[in-house]
């Protein structure tokens, strides 16, 4: 493990700028697969310099788990807020600001949470407050905010406390 | 009227939903970004087109060039990825600034502080 | 017959596309306030990437994939320097 982290220093990392190296060029031909392997070895090695704070991956269940979910739900707020744009005008004013408190610190956990509210039409993260851990959102349908806090909390932030912390 | 590549009937049939699909969810999309009333539900918008708008038309583009190549063809998987990335620090930040010009002019567009968090235990 | 169901349906979204660009453009025009310009010229930029998706499928050739993925980083980076700049007037801090 060690010896692998001196010479990668990310190999996940690796392995996705390899990846993402073969989708660009189409093919899996050996150049090709050389060559990404080189870029992406400069590209782990460049990361270095940036010295992000580590991150650790755990459960994979989990992880493939609130993909799941997410995948549910983004189809499921589509067409919601297809309903609301489309339906008449009354429908459109229930929007508004909500805030609610949040356990998780994990930063790339956080930053998960703001792609999954954000990627879901229906709810905006707007802004974090580290200092108090609160979470200030709008949403577009915010007839209950109890109900909106508790999806966000138990349908999301229990699984990517578990990844992340 | 534009030209076609010449697919197989079950894929040229998959390949028009997916397209149709996609289109009229980007489509609906930008209707919201005319017929919602203010900036902040304006924001909610795009987000329709850039996920599952998107993801339509990419799957489509797939199918098409794996059956049209008679290989896996799944560079696609890019664009997704870089719209799922691109999509939330847009608005994100356009978000954070609007509401900080609202704050700093004090026009109640925007509440003056946030307001009380939910607990859930 | 599969060449012209792909034909007429790639011609209808490209149609319900440029409708929404359109959307998008009016959007920019009428404002009222920066910010939802900025949101307008954004929308447009992702519509206009689905725009070159279809072309792209039409076409038959995988050419179309480069100029998608170039104007979506375009449009990401003009969006974000923007939304920068009126969050602070500066665009570089």
């Known amino acids: 493990m060690s010896l692998i982290r001196r010479v990668l220093p990310f190999p996940l990392m690796f392995l996705a700028l390899v990846v993402m190296w073969l989708l660009l060029k189409q093919s899996v031909a050996p150049g090709t697969v050389l060559f990404g392997a080189l870029v992406a070895f400069g590209g782990t090695w460049a990361m270095v310099a940036l010295d992000p704070p580590p991150a650790r991956l755990r459960r994979p269940r989990a992880v493939l788990q609130l993909a799941g979910r997410v995948f549910i739900d983004v189809f499921r707020s589509n067409l919601a807020v297809g309903r609301i744009i489309l339906g008449e005008a009354e429908r459109r004013t229930h929007a508004g600001f909500m805030s609610l408190r949040l356990e998780m610190t994990d930063r790339y956990g956080l930053a998960v949470l703001a792609i999954i509210l954000t990627c879901t039409p229906g709810t905006q993260w707007v802004s974090y407050d580290p200092s108090r851990g609160t979470l200030l959102l709008h949403v577009l349908d915010l007839v209950d905010e109890l109900e909106w806090a508790e999806l966000i909390k138990l349908r999301y932030e229990v699984l990517l406390r578990e990844i992340f912390e | 009227m534009s030209e076609a590549p010449d697919l197989p009937l079950w894929a040229a049939l998959l390949v028009s939903v997916l397209v149709l699909l996609g289109a009229v969810i980007a489509l609906i999309g930008s209707i919201g970004l005319l017929r919602l009333p203010d900036f902040y539900s304006r924001v909610h918008a795009p987000s329709l087109g850039a996920t599952v708008g998107a993801g339509c038309l990419l799957v489509g583009s797939m199918i098409c060039f794996s059956v049209l190549q008679g290989r896996m063809l799944v560079h696609e998987l890019l664009i997704a990825l870089f719209l799922t990335i691109t999509t939330p620090v847009t608005l994100m930040l356009l978000a954070r600034a609007a509401l900080h010009r609202d704050r700093v002019e004090r026009n109640g567009d925007a509440p003056e502080r946030d307001p009380e968090p939910i607990d859930i235990a | ?93």
């Open chain 3, 1 to 93: 017959m599969s060449v012209l169901i792909l034909s007429w349906s790639l011609t209808l979204a490209q149609i319900m596309l440029a409708v929404s660009m359109g959307l998008c453009a009016v959007r920019f025009l009428r404002g009222p306030r920066a910010q939802d310009r900025i949101l307008g010229l954004d929308t447009l930029y992702v519509n206009a990437m689905l725009m070159l998706i279809t072309i792209g499928i039409g076409s038959g050739t995988t050419l179309y994939f480069e100029a998608a993925l170039l104007i979506g980083t375009l449009g990401f980076v003009a969006t974000v320097a923007m939304a920068k700049f009126l969050m602070r007037g500066e665009v570089i801090e």
